[in-house]
């Protein structure tokens, strides 16, 4: 079965700071792999999205993510944070279908100024 | 704005009681997802329909039903609320694409801020 796994509960970085939120996932073939956000009372926006080819993958609002086969791993990165990156992100996995879709526990961001 | 709509967004009921949200998804999106959002339980995936049928149930209670109409709105109905469901209802819909992965890409609305006293 499919899994995905967020080790980070929260992080707190400095405006300006780079930032890596890690994700961990398990699944047999290669999956399709999303970083989504959610700002506080708001839905899940998409980040970005990996299904195959170039494993470094760029996003929306300067956010990228590397896939990382050997690792396991998807993780998101930013080179420099701004204030309004402050979040919940999300990290999921899925399969065929879309209904296999499984979402990390989430890692909530706080930006210091 | 991602396309999806819900309502309302806001909901305030009693325990025992029945509740109807409702979900539009982007235009010619065939599948219709739902999520169940607590602070205690994380983000939980309740059911899927496409193009009208059920094609998958999650961690979905026997007091919760879904259905999708033939305009492939769908609605989420809540019956016997107990003060444990109290939560955020995302409804995320897909498109048909059959490019490998498209169909997997879930697209969020606001949500519905359920609570139940």
């Known amino acids: 079965a499919q899994s995905v796994t967020q080790p980070d509960i929260h992080i707190t970085v400095s405006e300006g700071a780079s930032l890596e939120l890690r994700c961990n996932y398990s699944?047999?073939?290669?999956?399709?792999l999303f970083w989504y956000v959610q700002s506080p009372g708001q839905g899940l926006q998409l980040l970005l999205k990996?299904?195959?080819?170039?494993?470094l993958v760029q996003g929306i609002k300067g956010f990228e993510a590397e896939f990382k086969r050997s690792q396991s791993s998807f993780n998101l990165r930013k080179p420099s944070v701004h204030w309004s990156d402050a979040a919940e992100y999300f990290c999921?996995?899925?399969?065929?279908?879309?209904?296999?879709?499984?979402f990390g526990a989430g890692t909530r961001l706080f930006v210091k100024a | 704005d991602s396309g999806v709509t819900q309502t309302p967004k806001h909901l305030i009921t009693a325990t025992g009681q029945r509740v109807t949200l409702r979900c539009s998804p982007r235009?010619?999106?065939?599948?219709v997802y739902w999520y169940q959002q607590s602070l205690d339980q994380g983000l939980q995936f309740l059911i899927q329909?496409?193009?009208?049928?059920?094609?998958a149930k999650g961690n979905i209670l026997e007091r919760f039903s879904a259905q999708q109409f033939p305009d492939l709105h769908s609605e989420l109905n809540l019956s016997s609320l107990e003060l444990g469901d109290s939560a955020l209802y995302f409804c995320?819909?897909?498109?048909?694409?059959?490019?490998?992965?498209?169909?997997?890409?879930?697209?969020f609305g606001p949500g519905t801020r359920l609570l139940v006293l």
């Open positions: 995320a819909s897909s498109p048909p694409s059959r490019t490998s992965g498209e169909q997997e890409t879930q697209y």
């Open positions: 699944y047999g073939a290669t999956p399709y």
């Open positions: 990996y299904f195959s080819g170039d494993t």
């Open positions: 999921a996995v899925g399969a065929s279908g879309g209904f296999k879709t499984i």
């Open positions: 235009s010619g999106d065939l599948s």
């Open positions: 329909y496409y193009n009208g049928e059920e094609r």
